[in-house]
Structure formats: C-alpha cells, structure tokens
C-alpha cells in the first residue's frame, strides 16, 4: 500500500525562484544535478491560482495559450547539502530534461519546450577555462526540424500552438531521441552532431512514429529482437496517452525515415490503466524476446506488464502508491547471477501530490511478482513531478535523493 515504506525526512531544503517541473544527475558528474523549471505568465492580476490539490493540474497544454518561460539551474550535492552553480534563463518552459546516457556523450543534456524546441547543451563543471558549466550548444523547433518544414504549429493544432512535453533517448545510438507533443504525436528526431554545424542539422521525420487521440505524455525506446536474418536488434517505442492508452510500436531508423516492421500499426493496450499514462520504464528482456515494461497512471497505481514480440501484452502486477505516477527511474536492477529467472528492481517514483516512493519489484513467496514501497518521503507540498537518484550510490552504503515540487518551488535532499 501507499503507505508502506519508511518515512524519510530530508537532509536540506530550498525554494526555486521557478516552479521545477524536471531534475536529473549528471552521470559525466555525478556531484551535480540540473533543474528545469516551468513558469505560467498569467494574462492579468486577477487570473486565478491553480488548484494545488487537482493532480491533473500539471504543466498542461490543454488551456489556451499563454506566455511561458523558464529555466535551467545546476546544483552541486555534497553529503546531501545543495550548493546552487548556475542559472541560464531560457525563453520558453521546459517539460523534460535528460542527460544522454551513453558513454562519451554523457556530459550532453537535452531540454524540451513548451514551443516546441529541442535544445542541446554540454555541462562541464570541471573545466576551468569555462567558468559557467552549462554551455548550450543549439536549439531547433518543430518546423526547422521536419523535413520539408511542414509541421508548423498553426497547421498542427487547433490552438495554433505545439508543446513537446517529454523524450527519451535512443537505448542504444547517441545521436537519436523520440519526442512527444500535445497534439498527440511521437516523432522520432535524429542529432547526427550536438551543435548542429558541420551539415550535421538535426531531422525530425514528419510521419509520427505513434499517434495517441490525446496528449502523449511520455516516451521509452528500447532495443528488441528484430525479424528474422536482420543484421542489427530493432527499435521499440513505448508511449504512454491522455487516452489512458499504452502504445507501441517496432521499427528500425536511420535517420532517413521510419521503416515499420511488417507494416503494422501500433498496437495498443487501452484495458490495463483507468486513466492517462504518464511514465514508462522498460525494464529487462526475457529469454522468450518479451519485454517487461513498468508504467506509472494519473490513476495513481504502479504497474508490471509483458510485452510479447506478437500479441496482447499481460499484466503482471501492480500496487497503488496514493498519487499520480509521474516519473519512474530505475535504481538498480539485480539479475542474480547462477539462478535463471531470478531477479529484483528498486525504482524512484515521482507520484504528484503524494511525494517520492522508492519501491522495489520482486517475486513474493507464491513466486508471482509484486511491487513492494521500502520508503516514503512526503515534505513536498504540492506535485512532485521530478526526483533523482545520485549516480554512484553503489560506492556507498546510502542512496542520495533529490526531488522536486511545483507549486510550492521545493527542491529537497534526503536519503534511503
């Protein structure tokens, strides 16, 4: 239950100037941690406050448009005191924010807009020639981008606007990302150079890889068994809708556009969440090519599932955590070694307006698998949409945490 687990005080504690909407560690530098930040300029005066306790209340692009803008702050952790480094003001607000994760790139992050732009930036702390680590690199919006430059958000929406509300990295390219938007779309984005120069300009394929009938909340990619004498694995996009749908779809991608195995349309799982699908964790391959995927819903409940390479996908497990599960980030994944088929996972869920749960998965006593919360921390008092786990906590006998609130502009430290 939600309320299982230990309840974790924080170590320190500070108010933003901005409400934080994403936060990750820089795996490059594991002592820092960057925030992006989401700030709603009202019309008038008299515009009224946000409702701090309806959890679908987040940085929403269903109202009609509005000024927006917002931040990137960088931050140091030592011994869980936060040390603040930096502050770049950005023109729009940011939705997400991630440090490329594969090695050589791993100083690179990316930022997502509330206009639709898609920029790169390297973090570098520890050069001294550069006094200000957070160095941007280039920015691209939605019709730069497109081949032809016909996505144009006048086109796209209704409201004459495109937000990209979440990405997620290629699991096994550096230089390749899928995006989402609030008019429903995935679109798959290829970065051939960080900076853009060298006749390496970044191209997002107009065709969508995946199309929700809503808001598509979140993206994850990974590498699948591909068909039959193919010479490389194939790529598997998950997506999570407003639609309360699960969405996903194989194909291959070589920046010269989608190749969708076997023809098909995405397949989809609209019976396994009781509202929108806000996070998505694929978490290991199984020896038959199923994949187990955990998900995380507005309907306040984490969830297993198996994926097959053909059929309906199987729900495994799952547990209410008592908010809104907006983010999932994998802590460890323990495959026990000499014993086949056994393992464990322990996860970081951001759930809205309940807080930080760590939660681990494992086989219980009848060897079904089942969710477990181990620790709780609930100082946030209002949405948490994002926490972070310090890289290296195998070094040391605890885990340092960082996690965030938007209303109240809270960014805390604690640790499990």
């Known amino acids: 239950m939600a309320d299982e687990g230990r309840l974790i005080q924080s170590v320190e504690s500070r108010i933003l100037d ?143 606007e495109i937000l990209f509300l979440s990405f997620g990295w290629h699991p096994a390219r550096a230089d390749m990302l899928a995006l989402t938007t609030n008019t429903g779309h995935v679109y798959l984005v290829h970065l051939p150079a960080f900076d853009g120069s060298g006749g390496g300009g970044w191209t997002l394929e107009p065709e969508p890889v995946i199309t929700h009938s809503l808001e598509t909340w979140c993206v994850a990619l990974s590498s699948v068994p591909g068909a039959p004498g193919a010479a490389s694995p194939a790529l598997r996009v998950y997506s999570g809708g407003d639609d309360s749908a699960l969405r996903f779809q194989t194909c291959r991608w070589d920046g010269e556009g989608p190749v969708v195995w076997g023809g098909l349309p995405a397949a989809v799982d609209k019976r396994g969440h009781d509202a929108g699908v806000t996070a998505i964790l694929p978490l290991l391959l199984q020896e038959d090519g199923s994949e187990l995927v955990v998900t995380g819903s507005y309907d306040e409940h984490i969830r297993l599932f198996e994926v097959p390479l053909l059929g309906r996908i199987k729900k495994v497990a799952e547990l209410g955590l008592g908010g809104g599960v907006w983010r999932l980030k994998l802590i460890h994944l323990d495959r026990r070694s000499g014993q086949e088929g056994s393992w464990s996972a322990r996860i970081l869920a951001s759930c809205m307006h309940a807080g930080a749960r760590i939660v681990e998965l494992q086989p219980a006593e009848s060897g079904e698998l089942e969710f477990r919360v181990l620790a709780r921390f609930e100082e946030h008092k209002s949405m948490n949409y994002g926490s972070d786990v310090q890289p290296g906590w195998q070094n040391k006998d605890r885990l340092s945490v960082v996690s965030t609130s938007f209303y109240d502009k809270l960014l805390c430290s604690w640790e499990f």
């Open 18 to 160: 901005l409400p934080p909407s994403c936060v990750e560690f820089c795996p490059a530098h594991p002592s820092y941690f960057v925030v992006g930040t989401y700030s709603l300029q009202t019309e008038s005066p008299e515009s009224p406050e946000k409702d701090d306790s309806d959890e679908e209340d987040e940085p929403s692009p269903t109202k009609k448009p509005q000024n927006r803008n917002g931040s990137i702050v960088a931050f140091r952790l030592t011994d869980g005191g936060i040390a603040h480094i930096q502050t770049v003001p950005q023109p729009s607000a940011l939705l997400d924010l991630r440090f490329n994760p594969h090695q050589g790139s791993r100083d690179i992050f990316a930022a997502v807009s509330s206009t639709a732009t898609l920029a790169v930036f390297r973090f570098c702390p520890d050069d001294d020639d550069e006094p200000q680590p957070i160095q941007h690199l280039h920015t691209m919006d939605i019709t730069a981008m497109s081949r032809d430059g016909s996505i144009t958000p006048s086109a796209a929406s209704e409201k004459g």
